[in-house]
């Protein structure tokens, strides 16, 4: 993927278990690093303070005794630009290239640069053999972040885009799952400036991308993470099917949860899947939500709104910018189901949901006559209909729910 003039420096973080302290890494972490082996040498960001010592050891025996140029920042988080400092300490003369702001930031974060390069959008930098070509990508995820196209090599360094939870080799066959996983909750919100960048991307010649986490993609892998990129920059699902998403007290939810992706197989759903909000990781469950063109929530009410994993789980989806969905909706409550309503007000603060005409309403223990509710709400769930019934009020059975608008 790359010629002899391009070293990987980068180390696996294996002992983290919680990267931005929120997203569990079961596997740990991989922070990446290069060093261009041009005439100017070149070293292209640093890694997380925690695994300082063997970055260095590790940039040392690649430079075996020479002394680099340039530093290119693309990227000031703490965990690409936490080793700038004893970076310069022992190199000193190092030049650090790095947009505006990110200059500003490093000063926030106390490092200290005697010898600045101030790159823009488009500007290129020769060093030696090998040409910079520096791509601007604001809010991707944070305002100060550039790429580097190296024409040379193909290759595209390209920050946190197109990178994955994991250290460097894990599931080396399976790229897709944890890369969606870490773009929806990293870059998720940041859909239209993620749109932007990638129109500078696709207008490049790129063989290899090479992302500050996960491996280094080439080949028919560039191609794929674009065409998955592009989906998922513009909100529009990955997958023709049904994620059923239920947060239960007692059990009896799960039960109805259970029993509905049942119907929705047999009425002909392309593929199903359950999320336990209660249990499941909550940032796999936002990714699955993204990735499927439905989404069934069924809830338990609680406090008189609903059960506080399914809050936080809308709240999520909320903060990224969730849209363009069609939703069904589940409740269940012994004297008063309020789950629905609250749902409801959640999603409404969402674009473009498409929500079903009814609510399937559990009040306790499901019975055999909720099951006719559930073949119409999985028909409906399943219906292309663009219609949204905001205020139609739910089926429920014996009038229940008289709190539901």
Known sequence: MFSEKVKYIGVDDTDLDLFESQYHVPQGMCYNSYVLMADSITVMDTVDRRKTDEWMAKLEAALNGAKPTYLVVQHVEPDHSGSVGAFLQK??????????????????????????????????????????????????HWPEVVMTYVPEELTLFSADAFGK???????????????????????????????AALRKVTALSVDAIAPLHGPVLDGDQVYEAVRLYLLWSSYQPETE??????????????????????????????????????????SEALSQAFRFSRLALCCSSYDGTMFTP?????????????????????QNGSWAPMAAKAMKLTLREMKNIVFCNYTVTITGQMQPSNLEDMNDLADALLSNEEVVHLNQRPRTPNNADEDEE
């Open 91 to 140: 190199y000193p003369d190092t030049q650090v290239v790095a947009t505006r702001p990110a200059h500003k930031m490093l000063q926030q974060f106390g490092v200290e640069v005697a010898h600045e390069v101030v790159i823009k959008n488009g500007e290129t930098m020769d060093i030696g053999g090998m040409t910079l070509h520096f791509l601007t990508a604001p809010m991707v």
């Open 165 to 195: 939870f994991g250290i460097y080799g894990a599931d080396p066959d399976n790229w897709t799952d944890e890369a969606r996983r870490y773009y929806f909750n990293i870059c998720g919100k940041y859909g239209q400036q993620v749109s």
């Open 241 to 282: 099917g049904v994620l059923v998403a239920y947060a239960s007290i007692h059990g009896h939810t799960r039960e109805a949860a259970l029993k509905f992706a049942e119907v929705l197989k047999e009425r002909g759903a392309l593929q199903v899947k359950t999320i336990d909000l209660t249990r499941d990781d909550l």
């Open 310 to 330: 399914m809050a936080d789980f809308l709240h999520r989806l909320g903060l990224k910018h969730y849209q363009s969905r069609r939703v069904g909706l589940m």
